[in-house]
């Protein structure tokens, strides 16, 4: 179910709202726990609902295995239960992600003509699966406590965060789904969670929509791509991305709002860092603080030199590139993160401090660059795109995909204005009040992007 649908805006989440906390006003907070659970399931089973049952048996697996842990007192045999953990979590991960992507690439590299699996991944597989990797992991490490079983699915599955995140910590999550207080409808709470929702809702449909025509024409067809086709094209998609993961954020925290619960920010205006470094702290933040904390800092992060530093940078880069997508695109993808973080890391060492706004540009053109090979689908597409925005392949007009040069530049200059120069959500909803004035401002975003809905396109992290 998509949060931009109208089944998801009109239907299921009302309903959800009005019957779970009427549930704890009339019954019990046990039987709106298992309602709110019921129906985190029913939205993760809408499109297919096979997959609910790989999702179950992660979840009963993984909470057996973490409450195991917690309980054992011998390192040794807790090691040895991590670490089984673990290779099970990423064995049905690399079956249903990367089965396919190995195949091919053993094809491509030998010849072979072994058969493709065409199995189709599981919505939120990537996320559920490291959610609860690190709920093991700091299992073993003896920071959980014998969490009550209902209140482990919550925190797996409550659908606001579900399908693409953020990727919720289980002591951030698990004392807000145990407090009373978080069961009484709060109107405060909903007003201002409605209208994060409704700012997220209007990113999404309005605008990222928007530039998604001029990148899928770029990129999906065979068109010229001379000098300003390049950067209409590229440029869109890199709004349309930020765009889209941004509304999806607002939605889900307007949403987790709603019912009292405060999901972590996902997204801070990660266009306006200085460095890459900074970038990584703003965009995909609970990703970010995933790979710190359960990868490069358990590989040795920056303690043993900076030899040592660089390596550690670029494996956590390459595998978060990786863990975006089963295609070598992403791998290049994160391997150029990879190394314009570690030539941060060296350049910060010479002390030499560039102005901001240049810093800004210098940021802003490397990721723009680099997310041409997170968008394109081969290599040959992606060098393509990249000759194209230098001047390679040529200074010829604008192949429009529809309506005209102007247009595209008005989108680009309000996007540039709104990332740049604009307060985010986060920081709109810090001074949101209860007042008619808000109450406008969200009725007419929540009706522009209700009336874009028409037709329902993917959010982007979907497919991760």
């Not at 949060?3 to 959800?16: D, G, R």
């Not at 953020?166 to 409605?194: A, D, L, T, W, Y």
Request: net charge positive; proline share 2%.
């Amino acid at each position: 179910m998509l949060f931009n649908s109208y089944v998801y805006i009109l239907v299921f989440l009302p309903l959800t709202l009005l019957i779970y906390f009427n549930l704890a006003r009339i019954r019990n907070s046990l039987v709106a726990n298992y309602f709110l659970v019921g129906a985190s399931f029913f939205f993760y089973s809408y499109w297919e609902p096979r997959y609910l049952v790989l999702m179950l048996i992660s979840i009963i697996f993984n909470y057996s295995i973490g409450t195991l842990l917690s309980k054992m007192t011998s390192r040794s045999t807790a090691k040895t239960a991590l670490i089984t953990g673990i290779v099970l979590n990423i064995a049905a991960l690399g079956y249903y992600k990367y089965a396919d992507f190995f195949i091919k690439s053993v094809n491509g590299l030998t010849g072979f003509d072994l058969a493709m699996r065409n199995i189709a991944l599981p919505l939120a597989i990537s996320f559920f699966t490291f959610q609860q990797i690190a709920y093991l992991v700091d299992s073993y490490r003896g920071l959980t406590k014998e969490y009550d079983f209902l209140n482990y699915c919550l925190f797996v599955s409550f659908f606001p965060q579900l399908i693409a995140g953020p990727i919720v910590h289980h002591k951030e999550m698990m004392v807000q789904f145990e407090n009373e207080k978080n069961r009484v409808f709060s109107h405060e709470n909903f007003h201002k969670g409605f209208f994060i929702f409704a700012m997220g809702l209007f990113k999404k449909t309005v605008i990222a929509d928007s530039f998604a025509n001029w990148a899928n024409y770029g990129y999906d067809n065979d068109i010229s791509l001379t000098l300003a086709n390049a950067w209409i094209t590229s440029l869109a998609y890199t709004f349309q991305l930020y765009f889209d993961f941004s509304g999806y954020s607002d939605m889900a925290i307007g949403a987790g709002k709603m019912f009292n619960i405060d999901l972590p920010v996902n997204f801070n205006s990660p266009y306006k860092a200085e460095n890459i470094q900074e970038f990584w702290k703003r965009w995909h933040m609970t990703l970010s603080r995933w790979l710190r904390d359960y990868l490069y800092i358990p590989l040795g992060g920056s303690k043993n030199g900076t030899a040592k530093t660089c390596s550690n940078l670029m494996v956590t880069f390459l595998l978060g590139g990786l863990w975006h997508g089963a295609s070598w695109t992403f791998v290049a993808w994160g391997f150029l993160h990879g190394l314009g973080s570690v030539i941060h890391k060296l350049w910060s060492k010479t002390g030499i401090r560039l102005s901001r706004t240049l810093s800004i540009f210098i940021t802003f053109i490397f990721v723009h660059t680099a997310w041409v090979f997170f968008r394109a689908e081969t290599f040959g597409k992606a060098f393509y795109m990249i000759k194209g925005l230098y001047g390679f392949n040529g200074y010829s007009d604008y192949i429009a995909c529809y309506g005209s040069m102007s247009e595209a530049l008005v989108m680009t200059a309000i996007a540039l204005w709104i990332v740049f120069r604009n307060k985010n959500s986060q920081e709109l909803a810090e001074h949101f009040e209860s007042t008619y004035f808000y109450l406008v401002i969200t009725a007419v975003l929540f009706a522009f992007g209700i009336f874009a809905t028409g037709s329902v396109n993917e959010f982007l992290y979907f497919n991760f």
